[in-house]
């Protein structure tokens, strides 16, 4: 394959998965968004060493830039969604009498 026809997988198989993303995403009920936020901390997670091996082994300025902006975002969608459960664990936790 050329570097054209790569370029082109890789964009088919980007909006593909974004559109199934979506659509999935869409339709999961509002009990189960917490647990899911778990499993997309965990993707993220994992998008962070990911990104952070690609940049490493990058040559171009282009590739480091696309990795420095992966880790940044997944950075931030981990960062939130350890913010919203540990918002969502206070709820749970019993409150002291006051005296």
Same mark, same amino acid.
């Given at each position: 394959?050329?570097?054209?026809?790569?370029?082109?997988?890789?964009?088919?198989?980007?909006?593909?998965?974004? =559109?199934?993303?979506?659509?999935?995403?869409?339709?999961?009920?509002?009990?189960?968004?917490?647990?899911?936020?778990?499993?997309?901390?965990?993707i993220?997670?994992?998008?962070?060493?990911?990104?952070?091996?690609?940049?490493?082994?990058s040559?171009?300025?282009?590739?480091?830039?696309?990795?420095?902006?992966?880790?940044v975002?997944?950075?931030?969608?981990?960062?939130?969604? =350890?913010?919203?459960?540990?918002?969502?664990?206070?709820?749970?936790?019993?409150?002291?009498?006051?005296?």
């Open positions: 394959m050329t570097g054209a026809e790569t370029l082109i997988v890789s964009l088919t198989i980007f909006a593909l998965a974004a =559109f199934l993303g979506f659509e999935l995403i869409s339709r999961v009920p509002t009990l189960l968004h917490t647990p899911l936020m778990s499993g997309t901390n965990a993220s997670g994992i998008i962070i060493v990911g990104a952070i091996v690609a940049g490493g082994a040559d171009s300025t282009l590739q480091k830039a696309l990795a420095f902006v992966a880790i975002f997944a950075t931030v969608n981990v960062v939130g969604g =350890f913010l919203v459960t540990d918002r969502m664990l206070e709820m749970f936790k019993r409150r002291k009498p006051e005296e």
